[in-house]
């Protein structure tokens, strides 16, 4: 009999508990606008963390990569590689200044782009390559700094799973010239909506300032650095408010212990999923050697034939909700109107549709990742 205490859900947001102490702080310190004391304190924590030149918060991910797109002046016709298994703001963010993505097909192991078919899909028009760090498991940045470095191109890190994950000691984010991360809720440390830009090459930080503030030179002005502020620049309204920030700074504090928890978490499903690999029925992550992650995710990828769906409904018939993602954006509506296949694409087709997100948030217990996995087994068999 499935009674509601049954359920496990996909996500549930973690709380560190002062969340809501800050927003009153910021309230009873009639700082509501952006940019006061916790946004600040936020981007303090954000520089010393990943060592970025400047950590500035925006609304999203979305938001901090659509600036990335206005900093590299992309318009019309110029291309951006990029994997095609990835959310739809990697791309989109580009696509809105006319940018064309060009999609590349993933590794086999980490599921992040193949960094040996980059080179093959340069083009004269070729402006940006575009990382995506998934389940917060490092790309092969050296590779791909090579590429770019020789093709004279600027990487865009999409570390939007990728907060307190790193790649040989570099916090991922900080290692290309731009990086993306994700505060949403259903990433590791949160503020409902939220991300931040990462600037690394320092000849961006001026203006990334700029159109982050609606493209005037108000931050400089804040600074005592000019007398008056006017518009600058091209720009839009990308910085969030104090309530977030305030929200988001309890969450940075107990960032540490929040990685904690979920590896730890991770390491459980990892154990209890051996057999079943062994078995042959499914596989597990695989994590490099040079990757220290954060256990944004616990995935697993079905034997080619398995029909996902059924095993999806499987799990559902016993209230536990897993799913799958993501649509490759190369055949997706969107993907085929705005991008292009940049090289064929065997691997995502089909590891796309052969994978499976566990339940995954602070609070699940042992006896639920047991229940999640034996009915995973029941299914596969
Ligand atoms: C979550 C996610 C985004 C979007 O993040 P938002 O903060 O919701 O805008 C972008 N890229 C990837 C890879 C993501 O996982």
């Not at 509501?32 to 970025?52: I, N, V, Y």
Request: proline residues 4%; glycine residues 8%; neutral net charge.
């Amino acid at each position: 009999m499935n009674t509601p205490s049954r359920k496990i859900e996909f996500n549930r947001p973690y709380m560190t508990g002062k969340e809501l102490n800050y927003i009153a702080q910021a309230k009873f310190g009639n700082m509501l606008a952006g940019d006061g004391p916790f946004t600040k304190k936020c981007h303090h924590w954000l520089e010393a963390r990943t060592q970025a030149r400047k950590a500035l918060l925006t609304h999203s991910c979305t938001a901090a990569l659509e600036m990335c797109a206005l900093l590299l002046d992309i318009g019309p016709g110029d291309e951006i590689i990029m994997p095609s298994f990835t959310f739809v703001s990697t791309a989109n963010a580009f696509v809105l200044r006319g940018g064309v993505p060009v999609f590349v097909d993933i590794r086999r192991d980490t599921l992040n782009i193949d960094e040996t078919r980059i080179e093959a899909a340069i083009t004269s028009r070729t402006r940006a390559i575009v990382v995506v760090h998934y389940a917060g498991v490092a790309c092969d940045m050296d590779a791909i700094l090579d590429i770019a470095a020789r093709h004279r191109l600027p990487v865009v890190e999409d570390a939007a799973q990728g907060v307190m994950s790193a790649y040989k000691g570099k916090a991922l984010g900080s290692i290309g010239d731009l990086g993306a991360f994700s505060f949403h809720e259903t990433k590791n440390v949160i503020a409902g909506e939220g991300g931040a830009l990462l600037v690394n090459h320092p000849d961006f930080i001026q203006r990334a300032e700029i159109i982050r503030e609606k493209g005037t030179d108000r931050s400089r002005f804040f600074r005592g650095e000019v007398d008056k502020y006017t518009w600058q620049d091209i720009g839009s309204s990308y910085l969030p408010g104090e309530l977030t920030a305030a929200f988001l700074w309890a969450q940075f504090e107990e960032a540490e212990s929040i990685t904690e928890k979920r590896m730890n978490l991770w390491r459980s499903y990892h154990a209890l999923c051996e057999r079943l690999e062994a078995d042959g029925v499914l596989r597990r992550p695989v994590v490099p050697e040079d990757c220290s992650h954060n256990a944004h995710m616990y995935y697993v990828l079905l034997r080619p034939g398995k029909r996902r769906q059924e095993v999806l409904d499987a799990l559902r018939g016993q209230d536990i909700y897993a799913v799958f993602h993501y649509v490759p954006l190369h055949s997706s509506p969107g993907g085929k109107r705005f991008g292009r296949l940049g090289s064929t694409m065997e691997v995502t087709d089909t590891l796309s549709e052969s994978l499976i997100r566990l339940p995954m948030w602070i609070g699940l217990t042992p006896e639920q990742q047991h229940r999640i996995v034996d009915a995973l087994d029941k299914a596969l068999a």
